[in-house]
Nanobody
Framework: QVQLVESGGGLVQAGGSLRLSCAASGLTFSTMSMGWFRQAPGKEREFVAA???????YYADSVKGRFTISRDNAKNTVYLLMNSLKDEDTTIYYC?????????????????WGQGTQVTVSS
């Protein structure tokens, strides 16, 4: 059974940093590309960042230069380091896994999803 478990969310002041983690099990992590998405209540889920199994990365314009996605295949974990956080970054963050070879923003490309972790940025 595939499980993706996010952690690291919480409350942070604007301008601060958080690092999200997503621990994967039940799949061959090193063969999967991984992504982070976010979704606010009443809004569509939106792409944040992705990393291929080879380490290539891809970011949404809204987070480019502030967020960094990385992975540790030995720990079956993908990370999202979020710096210079803004009020508009407040929402639930989800990690996801895909068999795609390249990092992708297409939601439908992802086969597995975590339950999400809440990030709240206060001004």
């Amino acid at each position: 059974q595939v499980q993706l478990v996010e952690s690291g969310g919480g409350l942070v002041q604007a301008g601060g940093s958080l690092r999200l983690s997503c621990a994967a099990s039940g799949l061959t992590f090193s063969t999967m590309s991984m992504g982070w998405f976010r979704q606010a209540p009443g809004k569509e889920r939106e792409f944040v960042a992705a990393i291929s199994r080879g380490g290539s990365t891809y970011y949404a314009d809204s987070v480019k230069g502030r967020f960094t996605i990385s992975r540790d295949n030995a720990k079956n974990t993908v990370y999202l380091l979020m710096n210079s956080l803004k009020d508009e970054d407040t929402t639930i963050y989800y990690c996801a896994a895909t068999r795609a070879f390249i990092p992708t923003s297409r939601i439908r490309a992802y086969d597995y999803w975590g339950q999400g972790t809440q990030v709240t940025v206060s001004s």
